[in-house]
């Protein structure tokens, strides 16, 4: 079982690599798994070895995102053009995830 939102990050958002071999990439998140890690498109790449099935009769070596730690990540915004941490603001019954450096609303998942 996945949860959608777990700490600063939410599945659908864009986010950037800050630790790892794979510093500095970019992508959106696909998943996100309940033990503190996610799955990034693109990025950590691991090789499968797989059995022939009759999803896939051939087998062989398939090529899948790993998971990455969340604190290992960050949300990228738009307006810096640059990976940023956030804070929240709440208007009326809206809560929103703010830009610390330009104060510009990060999408939410489903925008």
């Not at 070895?49 to 998971?67: A, D, M, W």
Request: aromatic share 2%; glycine share 10%; proline share 4%.
């Amino acid at each position: 079982m996945s949860n959608n939102n777990v700490g600063h990050v939410r599945r659908g958002d864009m986010v950037v690599v800050t630790k790892g071999k794979d510093r500095g990439k970019r992508g959106r998140v696909k998943r996100m798994l309940t033990n503190g890690r996610l799955e990034v498109e693109k990025v950590n790449m691991i090789k499968r070895h797989t059995r022939p099935t009759q999803k896939n009769p051939h087998g062989g070596i398939l090529e899948k995102e790993g998971s990455i730690a969340v604190a290992n990540v960050a949300l990228w915004c738009e307006k810096c053009g640059a990976p940023r941490r956030a804070h929240s603001r709440i208007d009326g019954d809206h809560k929103a995830r703010i830009c610390t450096k330009c104060d510009n609303e990060f999408p939410s998942a489903g925008k």
